[in-house]
């Protein structure tokens, strides 16, 4: 695999995201024509993409509207699509598990049919952005080793329930229609780009405030739940490195290692100098779901061996970098 010589077009969903937003930046490196496909003429993300990516040809469509997505294929005549459009934050698909089922799951369909019927598929490369959230935290008889692509699926919320249907709708049109359609199942992976609504961000964003004196204490919920987690940026290098492949498969993006919340919040608050942070959090039932998955551990082995990705950024790495970017943000901004 090397990087692309002639002008490619990508057309990326749910762009305004984290992941989108890394994509982007790789994709427009390596020199693809990128078109990114966005909600509604009064987006609340759309100034921010065109400020920070002016090159992106924006795309107006939605995933539950067939018809928009087909004349989105027509418009970009695309030779790869990231599907990363969904409504993917864990506890508020609890509390619109139907608007989850539409986005998250129908809209893959969706997606799928508009690249079938328009004849994409005879040149389009086709990511789906699975996730670990579909395994749940099943007993999956591999003590340590963590789950791989023939791991047993037992989502726990709306939001896992989603994207394995996502999951399985994608893996059958690869079979059904010979579609190149490639599946990666990420865990958790974090970044700068993280909306505040995750926990992983709310932590970081918290400690930059508690930091320069703006607040006093964070509300979480549990603290004990484990997670496999990694840099944003590195997981989208291994969504490219899918669809450069010969063969469209499922693939399984972790680092193989699990920390808990509670480590987290050490290692955060640690970066500002702070050893007690329990003064500084509080817990509130409302932040605690109704199911909740112990630990998420994810075996990458295939893809360093078939791919030959590897991810970069250390767990220390990765909140390190989160809480210094918060911290300049806080003072560029000059507010909370």
């Not at 670990?132 to 329930?161: C, I, K, Q, T, W």
């Not at 579609?179 to 932590?203: A, C, D, P, Q, Y």
């Not at 955060?268 to 500084?280: K, L, M």
């Amino acid at each position: 695999m090397g990087d692309v010589t002639d002008t490619r077009r990508a057309l990326v969903t749910g762009i305004t995201g984290q992941d989108g937003g890394h994509l982007t930046e790789l994709l427009h490196d390596k020199g693809y024509e990128v078109f990114g496909l966005i909600r509604g003429q009064r987006n609340a993300r759309k100034e921010a993409l065109e400020a920070e990516f002016p090159y992106v040809n924006m795309i107006e469509a939605d995933l539950t509207d067939q018809t928009s997505l087909i004349q989105a294929m027509l418009t970009s005549e695309p030779h790869e699509i990231y599907n990363l459009g969904a409504i993917s934050h864990v506890g508020y698909s609890f509390r619109n598990p139907q608007l989850t089922a539409d986005i998250t799951a129908k809209g893959v369909l969706n997606l799928l049919e508009a690249v079938r019927v328009t004849g994409m598929a005879e040149k389009a490369r086709f990511y789906q952005a699975s996730t670990s959230e579909m395994f749940g935290g099943l007993d999956y008889n591999r003590p340590g080793a963590g789950y791989n692509e023939d791991s047993l699926f037992h989502p726990r919320s709306p939001y896992g329930v989603a994207k394995l249907y996502a999951h399985w709708i994608a893996r059958n049109y690869r079979e059904s229609y010979g579609m190149f359609v490639s599946t990666g199942i990420l865990f958790n992976h974090e970044g700068e780009r993280r909306g505040l609504e995750f926990v992983t961000r709310k932590i970081t964003n918290a400690v930059a405030a508690i930091h320069l004196g703006r607040q006093d204490h964070v509300v979480l919920g549990d603290l004990w739940p484990k997670r496999d987690w990694g840099y944003a940026g590195d997981y989208v290098r291994g969504m490219w490195q899918m669809l450069q492949h010969d063969v469209p498969d499922d693939f399984v993006l972790a680092t193989g290692e699990t920390h808990s919340i509670e480590e987290f919040l050490a290692l955060a608050f640690a970066e500002v100098g702070i050893t007690d942070w329990r003064s500084y959090v509080k817990q509130d039932p409302q932040f605690m779901r109704p199911a909740e998955v112990d630990i998420l551990l994810g075996d990458p082995s295939k893809a360093e061996r078939v791919l030959g990705w590897k991810r970069e950024v250390s767990f220390h790495g990765l909140v390190q970098r989160m809480v210094r970017h918060d911290i300049e943000l806080l003072k560029r901004d000059g507010a909370f």
